[in-house]
Nanobody, 127 residues
């Protein structure tokens, strides 16, 4: 079992940047595919990016070129660098982990079915 704790959210103006962090504990971090998700008010949860155990990434079109994921297996951490933020990026952001046997390339569904989730961190982008 993996415990995940997000941090780094806050309020920023349009065009600004934020860096989210996710600290993992409780299991062998390098055995898990990791992802970032968000849920905006009144909308369904959206998968943003996943990184597998080999560091291969896959981004949603909505964030491609603006967001960048990185994982540090030595420190058991995951980061999301968010640049050129827009008001529509306002949401609660979550990191999630799924054991490597459940990972599917370019797929967010394994996280919903078999993943572990953090409590989320709020990002608010004002125009």
């Amino acid at each position: 079992q993996v415990r995940l704790v997000e941090s780094g959210g806050g309020s920023v103006q349009s065009g600004g940047s934020l860096r989210l962090s996710c600290a993992a504990s409780g299991s062998t971090y390098s055995n898990y595919c990791m992802g970032w998700f968000r849920r905006a008010p009144g909308k369904e949860r959206e998968g943003l990016v996943v990184v597998d155990i080999n560091g291969v990434t896959s981004y949603a079109d909505s964030v491609k070129g603006r967001f960048s994921i990185s994982r540090d297996n030595a420190k058991n951490t995951l980061a999301l660098q968010m640049n050129s933020l827009k008001p529509e990026d306002t949401a609660m952001y979550y990191c999630a982990a799924v054991y490597k046997t459940f990972c599917r390339r370019d797929s967010y569904s394994p996280f919903a079915a078999s993943g572990y989730w953090g409590q989320g961190t709020q990002v608010t982008v004002s125009s």
